[in-house]
């Protein structure tokens, strides 16, 4: 771009030149006399400009990994991209020019510094990249990191790999011509992401090598489609400051993740460059991964198997326009655009198989890992399989050696990165990124974590302080440290405290926590520009990050204070034979510690997996037997995950033993102490042999003990489906006709309401018959709105009362209580009746009323029930405390229901009009025969004919037991499953099969049990 005002400065002179050197006037005078020519402006006044490249910005490309990835920076600045100047290193530059005035010789020198900037940077093999900007830069950074089928390189993060090889390359390392998981190659891919940049102004404030401040800047398909928006709105003439990358990176989330993805990934919402740039073929120490992150991952991986496999004309830069058209538009679900809607059904189907392959993955189970891959993926045969399943485990063992996530972390984050996704995106109303409820949710989210990070900061803290005392310790000994003996004794401390502080991983998890606080604060920044509720979490978490930052100067002056002290014992001794003999001598007697700690750990696992091993083959198939089977198969998988997890610190230690054992022997000046010395590496390659051989024939027993964990599990699984069962059938619920017998009171009223409003009742009593319940009769006051309903041709009553909320929306709101007969003449009483509970639940004060309660929707402001003709009906809502007093079953809970209606589009219509579809989702919970249940049932009214959908049946105290079953009317018999719900993926026991008078239901080790006699509440079937 032409620098304006250096642009008007040479006009003006070459102006005057020109006028000069040509004796040109512009005026003549009266006696034509000649003017004075126009000196010319001096060009040779010199000025300088300095710039400080001291802000450093970092980051890494992650779609896999992005390496040899060509880096551009620019300024978004009111749409458009600038140029900015940056440098690859740390350092002052300074220029000097010449010009008109030492303003514009000033511009010439920083112009200069700019057009020396770099063209383009690399990222490094492991996608890291970093540069440094002024320190007095103001604004918006655009960075844009780009691939091509020529240059760069992307690594393979998609489970089910990444298409073909166009060309024999030296990347595929199996020689199958396929872009296998982990496996690097060549594509056209380009990435970007905005970063918000204030200006430095003191530059005494020095941080890490000198720089003044840094900033975290990763690129992402997430931040590409974030910088999407961001520029968006710079063109529409926004600034981009914290509100506006807030907004971003929210809707970001929310229009491709949706809602409950997105509150996962609350530590994303302020800025969503500040993470998710996580390489599941390669995590590091410095990665993090929770359910957010694997959410992150679980889309990415996905959209790679799209473009992978969606023919010739797809790419993984095509999807990802699709995706920028879908977020610029705000909505990829539902999107008029067909391409963006094709590609949001494509992306949800296909990311639940990549969310269920996370799982089994997580669970380090390698069968387990086969299996989901081959459900997802049933084309692949045994040698590809076996590959595929291998590679995967490795990347979730390096995952949980690095330190990012634990065993049990990473399956709870998978398990919940599963349940995150299985709705992905956002309609509507879901896409307002200022809808108060989500904002309220993510809130709660962000203050969960920020609760966690103080928590651990805690921790953090006392254990640097147990270090600190340490320290102090060897100190002591250094200070008083005179004989030879004390001398050796010092250094030996120093050199243990080190091994001891390595083991503590406090610098580790301190990084960790650093970047951790830093995501809390950036989030809480963004949503305290949609809430002033988030206030107080700003201001708690920078107290956090002052605190962590300064936890971590702390811990990084321990380890440079101790490994000073070890210098300084080093240099007491009289000679460098001396030291490495200490240093020997320290590092054997730690490995023989090691090896001693895992000898007595891989006893206890070996006798556990024994244990439930011969628990397993005594258990049968009973279940209290096989659920003590599956807590001894438990024990011994935690147990060897503990130990497992030590194995490369155990190992790392006799390789230290036998390395300085080998030191010692080469710095050795005597034959006593070269004697001594090759006794040490004798002694140490022992230990070393000896250990290695364990720790191999340890780990080759993970999938023994995997098997035996999964083959209990399945067992008890099986029992616990069986035993529901038996337990379900003494409720017996799952019949039309019990279904009805249950909600028809409330169908009733309902009916009497609707034939009240459409009457023009004058003022005191009214007499009426239900229109569709004509058993029914009812007394109306139009006064006191007290309603009595009879049935004529039983012993059943309902006695309601009701009042009106007036309002934009009004709601009839009613209290109610009554003496119902089921068909075989069981007593059925609906009981507490309390007006003033039933408003305050209409209001949404209370979850729910503790008494009986109908709550009638009406869109428009009315002040009796009889205006309610007036206006439509959009829902009604009733709530019901129920007990069945006599006969052969008893029963004390509730019953809820919600009626809406549509059309036969399925769009909303009011209720209680004519052709419209009623749907009735009903929810039954309480106890029969000594069981907690819960059942949800759905209902269709269509042309005065009840068809009921889903019915799903909840055993609440055991195992997450539920009975699905189709309840629609079909040519054929019903169909349905048993489900386990517990704490991890639910799991399918048993399919249903409806026979006559019950249930047949296959189970999952192939038995086949017949249940008639099903009834529901007394109500027989068929």
């Known amino acids: 771009m032409v620098n304006r005002k250096i642009y008007r400065s040479y006009l003006s002179v070459s102006v005057a030149l020109t006028l000069g050197l040509t004796g040109c006037s512009l005026f003549d005078s009266e006696d034509s006399s000649s003017t004075v020519p126009v000196e010319p402006l001096p060009s040779n006044i010199e000025g300088s400009a300095s710039i400080d490249f001291n802000v450093f910005i970092s980051g890494k490309a992650v779609k896999g990994t992005l390496r040899g990835a060509e880096l551009t920076v620019k300024e978004l600045k009111n749409g458009q991209l600038v140029d900015v100047a940056f440098r690859s290193e740390l350092g002052t530059i300074e220029k000097t020019a010449t010009g008109t005035s030492e303003a514009v010789a000033v511009e010439l020198a920083r112009s200069q ?41 992307i690594k393979c993060d998609a489970i089910l790999g990444c298409g073909d090889f166009s060309e024999s390359s030296e990347n595929d390392s199996n020689s199958n011509s396929k872009i296998d998981f982990d496996e690097w190659y060549q594509d056209d891919l380009t990435l970007n992401v905005v970063k918000e940049i204030t200006a430095q102004a003191s530059r005494q404030a020095r941080g890490a090598e000198g720089t003044t401040k840094s900033y975290t ?11 999407e928006l961001l520029q968006k709105a710079s063109q529409d003439g926004e600034g981009i400051n914290s509100e506006t990358v807030a907004n971003a990176s929210l809707n970001t989330l929310l229009i491709l993740l949706g809602p409950e993805a997105a509150k996962d990934a609350v530590l994303l919402s302020g800025d969503i460059s500040l993470g998710g740039a996580v390489d599941f073929t390669d995590v590091t120490s410095e990665d993090t991964i929770d359910s957010g992150t694997l959410a992150l991952i679980n889309v990415a991986s996905t959209l790679q198997n799209i473009a992978s496999n969606s023919g010739e004309n797809s790419s993984l830069s095509s999807v990802l326009e699709t995706l920028k058209q879908g977020v610029s538009n705000g909505n990829l679900k539902g999107s008029e ?17 990549t969310a269920t392959v996370f799982v089994a993955i997580a669970s380090g189970d390698i069968e ?9 993926a049933p084309e692949l045969d045994d040698e590809s399989l076996n590959d595929l399943a291998d590679k995967a485990k490795d990347a979730r063992d390096q995952a949980i050696e690095s330190g990012a996530t634990d065993e049990n972390a990473l399956e709870d984050a998978a398990e919940d990165s599963k349940n995150a996704v299985e709705d992905l995106g956002c309609e509507g109303d879901e896409c307002n990124a200022d809808d108060s409820s989500l904002i309220s949710d993510s809130l709660t989210e962000l203050l969960a974590s920020l609760s966690q990070s103080q928590t651990q900061l805690t921790s953090l803290n006392q254990a640097y302080n147990e270090l600190t005392s340490g320290l102090q310790a060897v100190i002591a000994l250094g200070e008083a440290a005179q004989t030879q003996e004390e001398k050796e004794n010092y250094l030996k401390a120093a050199d243990d405290f080190i091994a001891e502080f390595s083991v503590s991983n406090i610098e580790q998890e301190t990084v960790v926590l650093v970047s951790r606080v830093g995501q809390i604060l950036a989030s809480a920044e963004g949503l305290l520009a949609l809430t002033a509720d988030a206030q107080s979490a700003v201001t708690d978490s920078q107290a956090l990050v002052n605190n962590t930052a300064s936890l971590s100067s702390n811990v990084t002056g321990m380890i440079a204070g101790a490994n000073a002290e070890r210098e300084k014992a080093i240099a007491l001794l009289d000679d460098a034979s001396s030291a490495a003999k200490v240093l020997a001598e320290a590092a054997i007697e730690r490995a023989k510690e090691s090896e001693q700690t895992f000898n007595t750990a891989n006893v206890d696992v070996q006798s556990q997996v024994a244990d439930a091993t011969n628990l397993f083959a005594s258990a049968g198939t009973d279940l209290v037997a096989l659920e003590a089977a599956l807590t001894s198969s438990q024990s011994a998988l935690d147990k060897f995950n503990t130990l497992n997890a030590l194995t490369t610190d155990i190992l790392s230690n006799v390789e230290l033993a036998k390395t300085r054992a080998e030191e010692y022997l080469a710095l050795a000046t005597t034959d006593a102490q070269r004697a001594e010395a090759q006794q040490f590496v004798t002694e140490s390659t022992t ?11 340890f780990k080759a027993t993970e999938s023994d003990i995997r098997t035996l964990n999964s083959n209990v599990s399945f067992a008890v699984d099986n029992a616990r489906g069986k035993s529901g069962t038996d337990k379900m059938t003494s409720i017996a619920f799952v019949t039309r006709e019990g279904a009805d017998a249950v909600f028809n009171a409330g169908e009733v009223v309902y009916d009497v309401l609707r034939d009240i409003w459409d009457q023009n009742l004058d003022s ?25 309903l009879t049935n004529t041709q039983g012993d059943e009553e309902i006695l309601a009362n009701a009042q009106v909320n007036s309002g934009a929306t009004s709601k009839i709101i009613l209290t109610w209580t009554g003496t119902l007969k089921s068909t075989d003449g069981q007593t059925v009483l609906v009981k507490s009746p309390d007006l003033a509970e ?33 206006f439509d009906a959009s829902s009604a809502r009733t709530f019901n405390i129920v007990e069945f007093v006599d006969g052969q079953y008893g029963f004390n809970g509730t019953l809820s229901s919600e009626l809406t209606s549509t059309d036969s589009a399925g769009n909303t219509v009011p209720l209680f009009v004519s052709d419209a579809i009623e749907n009735l989702n009903v929810v039954i919970s309480g106890t029969t025969a000594e069981l907690i249940f819960t059942a949800d049932f759905e209902l269709k009214n269509e042309d005065d004919n009840d068809d009921l959908g889903l019915a799903k049946i909840m055993l609440n105290e055991f195992n997450g037991y539920v009975f699905n079953v189709n309840l629609l009317d079909t040519d054929g018999p019903l169909v349905g499953d048993v489900t386990l719900y517990s704490d991890s993926t639910p799991v399918k026991v048993g399919d249903v099969l409806e026979i ?27």
């Open 217 to 227: 800047a990763n690129a992402t398909i997430f931040t590409t489609l974030a910088s």
């Open 764 to 788: 005191g009593s009214h007499t009426g018959t239900a229109p569709n319940y004509p058993e029914w009769t009812y007394r109306y006051n139009t006064d006191t709105y007290a309603i009595e």
């Open 113 to 153: 510094i700019l057009s020396e900037s770099p063209q383009s940077l690399l990222t490094a093999d492991d996608g890291t990249y970093g540069f440094y900007i002024d320190q007095q830069f103001s604004g918006a950074l655009y960075i844009t990191i780009k691939t091509t089928k020529a240059s760069g390189f």
């Open 996 to 1022: 006559t008078n019950g249930f047949r239901v296959t189970y999952i080790d192939g038995q086949v049990i017949d249940y008639t006699d099903i009834d529901f509440l007394g109500q027989n079937i068929n």
């Open 838 to 870: 039933c408003e305050r639940w209409s209001l949404d004060l209370i979850a729910q009323p503790n008494a009986s309660c109908s709550v009638v929707f009406i869109d428009g402001s009315i002040t009796t029930i009889e205006d309610a003709r007036n």
């Open 687 to 697: 230990i070393q042999q000896t250990i290695t051989e364990s720790v191999t024939t």
């Open 368 to 376: 387990a890992i086969k299996a989901a891959l081959k459900e997802v």
């Open 337 to 353: 655009d067909a391409a963006v809607a094709q590609l949001a059904a494509t992306l949800q189907e296909e990311v639940n198989k």
